[in-house]
């Protein structure tokens, strides 16, 4: 049912135009994705790395003063990333001049592929570094919080005194009951590329789906605004459909019935 709508869905986003020009809101779409994939992607992956490794290491340091710091910085996280990414273009690009204020690529681009690569990591710096400041402290206090309620419980105490290593404890009794929660919060940013980040990419003129979605509600474009919100859907429906499968292998505490 999901893949038939889905295509339908498909279906008719290739005969619709958009209402601010003759091209089709596929087009349109799959033109604005490989650059909202670029940044999103490497920014969502970086930060979901980061807060589980930075997370695990402070639940090991409980207490100490990285922990108590982290703890303090945790605030910080509620600013957008779009707030923190004003003032890295006046401290980077205005001030200092050494990253480019925006865009995707230099203008001209350039015509050798390393030249172009590079211009184009000049370009993802700052928009990165943003997202990541946004979200480090509050990715890191979240899963720190879960690591540290599951390595308190009897099973760990138990396991600490039969003497097993700290590292098998983590594995069988840390990390092994939060892997649904892992795992959901990795579906769940996976899907959230597509709508991309709308206010960060129209404060660094990233040419994604996130600026794209903001020309849009200002041109009142229906189409292409319910093309991607209906897309974004599926893409919701069908994932949670596939974690519930999900679940019954990695937690034990599920099982499928016959």
Do not use: C
């Not at 590292?167 to 069988?172: A, K, L, S, T």
């Not at 919060?185 to 789906?209: C, K, R």
Request: glycine share 6%; net charge positive; charged share 15%.
């Amino acid at each position: 049912f999901l893949k038939d709508g889905l295509t339908l869905n498909l279906g008719r986003a290739q005969q619709i135009s958009s209402d601010s020009g003759s091209r089709t809101v596929r087009l349109i779409i799959l033109e604005r994705l490989p650059p909202t994939l670029l940044l999103m992607a490497t920014s969502n992956l970086l930060l979901f790395a980061l807060s589980v490794i930075i997370a695990l290491y402070l639940s090991r340091k409980y207490g100490s003063i990285v922990d108590r710091l982290v703890i303090a910085l945790s605030p910080l996280s509620s600013a957008p990333a779009w707030f923190y990414g004003i003032f890295l273009l006046l401290v980077f690009a205005a001030v200092l001049g050494l990253l480019p204020y925006g865009g995707m690529v230099s203008a001209p681009p350039p015509n050798d592929k390393w030249e172009y690569a590079l211009s184009v990591l000049r370009h993802l710096i700052l928009p990165l570094a943003a997202w990541l400041m946004s979200g480090i402290f509050s990715g890191v206090y979240s899963w720190r919080t879960f690591f540290l309620i599951f390595s308190s419980e009897d099973y760990v105490d138990m396991a600490k005194a039969k003497g097993l290593p700290s590292r098998d404890i983590e594995r069988r009794y840390i990390l092994r009951p939060t892997l649904p929660n892992i795992i959901t919060s990795f579906a769940l940013m996976l899907i959230s590329l597509w709508t991309g980040a709308i206010i960060l990419e129209t404060v660094f003129n990233w040419p994604g789906l996130g600026r794209l979605l903001y020309t849009a509600i200002g041109l009142y474009d229906t189409p292409v605004i319910v093309g991607s919100t209906v897309i974004y859907a599926y893409l919701l429906a069908l994932t949670v459909f596939v974690l519930d499968f999900v679940y019954a292998l990695v937690d034990p505490r599920v099982r499928v019935g016959s």
